[in-house]
Structure formats: C-alpha cells, structure tokens
C-alpha cells in the first residue's frame, strides 16, 4: 500500500472549515483513500474514504485531486470535539490486509 | 451488538510474566487485527486475521502471539512481557467479505499495558 505525507500539526478557529491535507504521490489505481481519526485515546473512528469521486457525509467532505496523488480532509463547522489526531490512508478497499497510519495530524479547534 | 470489546482496559506486569489480552467482536466480521500506540506515534499492526484458523503478521509481531480459533475472538499474547511492550494496544476488525466490506476498520477502546 502506498505511504502517506501529512502535516503533523494544525490549528483552526471554532465554526471555520478545517481543510486538512494529504500527499498520496505513490498511489495505485486501485487504492482507496481513508481518513480516520483518534480523540484522546480512544479508538481510532473511521470518517470516509474515497476512489476517485468527491465524497461527502454528514461528518465531512472529501477532495481527491484529479490525479490522485493528494486529497483533502474538509470539516465544514469545526467544533471543538473535532480536536483530534486524523490519519490519511491509502489502501485496497477489500483485499489489503494492511491499514498504515502513519502519525497523522493533529488538529486543535481553537474557541 | 456490542461491537468490538477488549479486556482488560488496565493492566500492570512484571519483565517476564506472561499474559493475554483478549478481544471479542459480535459483528460476525471475518476480519480481525491488532495494532500497538506508543507516545506520540500512530498505530502499527502487530498480527491480523482473515479468518478463523488464518493468522499473519504486520509490521511489529515479535514478542507477540495470536490464535484464530473462532470468527469472534482474537486474542493477543505476550509470553515474556519487556518495558518495551509498555503501550496502548488496540483491537480492529472488519467484514472481510466481498460486498459486505467497504475497507472501514472497527476499534475496539484500548488496553493500556505497563510492564515494569
């Protein structure tokens, strides 16, 4: 699976959009891009994932650029629950066995 | 539908003993792993399962074991405890069927594991 490049640490105001970036450059045709993320210490809680397509769910959007080589994680209202550590993934939706990490972002919602 | 349970949350050993986390999922999810956290560093797979009988090793297995003997239960055993192994450990599962399985993983909440 490929590897994933994401800033280690990020701040954003209360009520603004969080946009949250990801450098995929490696990946294949057939790896999915999920985005997870991890509150305190609790485990970590799958948010969306995508091929090719924009995605959007009633937690966030997702921005794949046209030649897939990075993505962008929108919170369109960040409250101050959405501070956590989000991870950027690229694998085989159903064969890959391998979920990499990484260390991800951690995003703090300022007041 | 409980989800993905892992016992004990808390535990404390000695360099050298031996013990067993355990983790049970109720989803009929084909699917199972385990991942370590240290401080301030993401989660690395220690073993994962296809199925019941099929165990394979991640990134970091030595000093680990797991069986498969059942779909539900995973368990994950350490056999001669090191302060390395001082971390928070995490149980995942998944569907693991084709149509039924989207790639999303399952957490369970933890087991936070101290060896002095």
């Known amino acids: 699976d490929a590897k994933t490049t994401q800033p280690p640490s990020m701040d954003c105001a209360e009520g603004r959009a969080a946009n949250l970036p990801c450098n995929h450059s490696t990946i294949s045709g057939n790896e999915y891009v999920y985005w997870y993320r991890q509150i305190h210490s609790q485990g970590p809680q799958y948010i969306i994932h995508?091929?090719?397509n924009n995605e959007t769910n009633e937690m966030a959007s997702l921005i794949i650029t046209e030649d897939r080589k990075s993505s962008t994680l929108i919170l369109p209202h960040a409250t101050l629950r959405d501070t956590a550590v989000y991870y950027c993934?690229?694998?085989?939706?159903?064969?890959?066995?391998?979920?990499?990490f990484g260390t991800g972002t951690s995003l703090t919602v300022i007041p | 539908n409980a989800g993905v349970t892992q016992t004990p949350k808390f535990q404390v050993l000695k360099t050298g003993q031996s013990m067993t986390l355990q983790c049970a999922q109720d989803?009929?999810?084909?699917?199972m792993s385990w991942y370590r956290q240290d401080p301030g560093m993401g989660l690395r797979l220690i073993h994962y399962?296809?199925?019941?009988?099929?165990?394979d090793q991640g990134e970091v297995p030595n000093g680990y074991n797991v069986s498969r003997s059942t779909t539900e239960d995973f368990p994950l055993r350490l056999l001669s405890a090191a302060p390395s192994q001082t971390s928070v450990y995490f149980c995942a599962s998944r569907p693991g069927r084709q149509g039924l399985d989207t790639g999303e993983l399952f957490f369970g909440e933890g087991s936070r594991l101290t060896v002095l």
């Open positions: 989803m009929n999810h084909e699917y």
């Open positions: 993934i690229v694998r085989v939706a159903t064969t890959g066995n391998q979920f990499y």
């Open positions: 399962s296809v199925g019941a009988g099929i165990t």
């Open positions: 995508g091929l090719k």
